[in-house]
C-alpha cells in the first residue's frame, strides 16, 4: 500500500493514525500543498486523483480518496483493532461524531476556501485567522456540549478505546492550536481530556505533522 499524503493536512493525519493504531506498514508519498504551486495543482496529480486533494491511498490496483472510506476500508481488511464500535448504536454515533468534523468544521477552514477567500474577497491573514477561529469555535462548543452530556463518553470520544471519532478530532484540535488560529483548549475540558487521552498514545503521536518527513511549520494562512 501507499499513502500520498501533505504533513499538514488533517486529513492525512486521520488515516495516518488509523495505520498506526492498526500496525500497518505502508509507503509515504508525500504530496507538498501550498498556497501557491503545490504539487496538488499540477496536471500530474490532476490526472491521478481529480479530487486534487489528499490523502489518497493505492493498494494494488485500487485506488482509494477520502480519509472516512480510506479509513473504514482499512477497518474492514483488518478488523482487529477495531475503529468502529461493534453496535449499531455505536457506530451511528461515532460516524455522527467524525462526520460533524468532516462535514462541518473542517471544509470552510479547508486550504481552496482559504484560498478563495482571499483571492475573491480581499482576505488578508487577520482575516483569514477571524475566519478559521470562528468556526473553530462554534464546532467545539457544539462537541463539546454533546461530549460532556453523552454517558457514553469514556476515556475517548465513544467509551475507553479510541475510535474513528478520536481519529477526526484529534488532527482538528491540533490545527485549532496552531499559532494563526489561537485556539485555548482550556475552553473545552472534555475534548481536551481526550485530546490528551489520544496523544499519550504512539500511534497518534508519530502520526503528528511534526513527526513526518519533510516537515515545514506552516507560516500563515
Known sequence: ??????????TSFRVRIAL???????????????????????????????QQNVPVLEDGDATLVQSLAIIEYLDELHPEPPLLPRDPL?????????????????????????????????????????????WIDVGFDVLETQLSRSPLTGKFCHGDTPTVADIFLVPQMYNAQRKVVGADLARWPTLRRIWDACVALPAFDRAKPQNQAGFESPVGH
Do not use: T
Not at 492498526?22 to 486523483?49: M, T
Not at 477567500?117 to 483569514?128: E, N
Open 1 to 10: 500500500m501507499r499513502l500520498h499524503h501533505f504533513h499538514s493536512s488533517s
Open 20 to 50: 498506526n493504531l492498526k500496525g500497518l506498514e505502508v509507503d509515504y508519498v508525500p504530496i507538498q500543498l501550498g498556497w501557491s504551486s503545490g504539487d496538488h495543482d499540477k496536471p500530474a496529480y490532476r490526472e491521478f486523483n481529480p
Open 90 to 134: 455505536g457506530r451511528a454515533r461515532v460516524r455522527g461524531l467524525a462526520l460533524y468534523v468532516a462535514c462541518e468544521i473542517q471544509p470552510p477552514n479547508n486550504l481552496r476556501v482559504q484560498r478563495h477567500l482571499a483571492a475573491a474577497m480581499g482576505a488578508d491573514q487577520a482575516a483569514l485567522s477571524r475566519w478559521q477561529r470562528h
